[in-house]
């Protein structure tokens, strides 16, 4: 099945400052996803990205399919972007019934 | 616009026990899967339904199973409850398979 690795495993950061978080996958998919998970374990759905690039305030999110990659950017981080990032990705070709495969997470500490 | 429901939040529950976890999907969504997730990993897919049918399972035995009722709910069902299961167990909806949305997941302990 598809691997799906995510790069750095665990991340410091001073607020204020940007960070670049990447997740690799092995094979195409159909769709990827990055997911916030909080302290208190809620997944929060941060972009639907298969292709492309999309911006949602602080935060922005590039997927290059054909070269089986996607980025997520952070910039001026604040204490509250604290938790584990997730990337996830469904293989094949889409459909009602695909499962999502999730990375290995980004452990992210933003210090005050 | 309610998003995923999951009930219990918490539950603790003695080895060889059943239990029950239930969810309720996002308005507008139809199909709703299933994940375990032990501390420090990622979601792990259980099974996924659509159509009130189981139509993709993981690699988990069969003391989990599930069912989905006509208004899309869904209850998650693990027997012989053992020490390994204790975890969060997440719940994810969508509409055709484009976009999941999760819910805040029943932390279950096996003591």
């Known amino acids: 099945g598809i691997q799906v690795e995510q790069s750095p495993p665990d991340l410091i950061l001073q607020e204020g400052a940007n960070s670049t978080l990447r997740c690799n996958f092995s094979?195409?998919?159909?769709?990827l996803q990055w997911f916030h998970q909080n302290p208190w374990g809620q997944l929060i759905n941060l972009f639907y990205i298969p292709s492309g690039t999309k911006q949602n305030g602080r935060l922005s999110a590039t997927t290059v399919a054909t070269e089986r990659y996607s980025l997520l950017y952070i910039s001026s981080s604040q204490t509250t972007d604290s938790g584990v990032y997730f990337c996830?990705?469904?293989?094949?070709?889409?459909?009602?019934?695909?499962?999502?495969?999730f990375g290995t997470g980004t452990l992210l500490a933003v210090q005050p | 616009d309610a998003g995923v429901t999951q009930s219990p939040t918490h539950l603790i529950k003695t080895r060889g026990q059943q239990v029950t976890l239930r969810c309720s999907p996002k308005?507008?969504?139809?199909?709703v899967s299933w994940y375990q997730q032990a501390l420090g990993q990622g979601p792990q897919f259980i099974f996924q339904y659509y159509e009130e049918e189981e139509r993709q399972r993981g690699n988990f035995p069969d003391r989990f199973s599930g069912h989905q009722f006509p208004n899309y709910s869904s209850e998650l069902n693990v027997n012989a409850l053992l020490l390994g299961d204790s975890a969060l167990y997440l719940c994810?909806?969508?509409?055709?398979?484009?976009?999941?949305?999760f819910g805040s997941g029943t932390r279950l302990t096996v003591v």
């Open positions: 094979d195409s998919v159909n769709n």
């Open positions: 308005s507008g969504h139809d199909t």
């Open positions: 994810a909806s969508s509409l055709q398979g484009r976009g999941y949305t």
């Open positions: 996830a990705v469904v293989e094949g070709y889409g459909g009602a019934t695909n499962k999502l495969i």
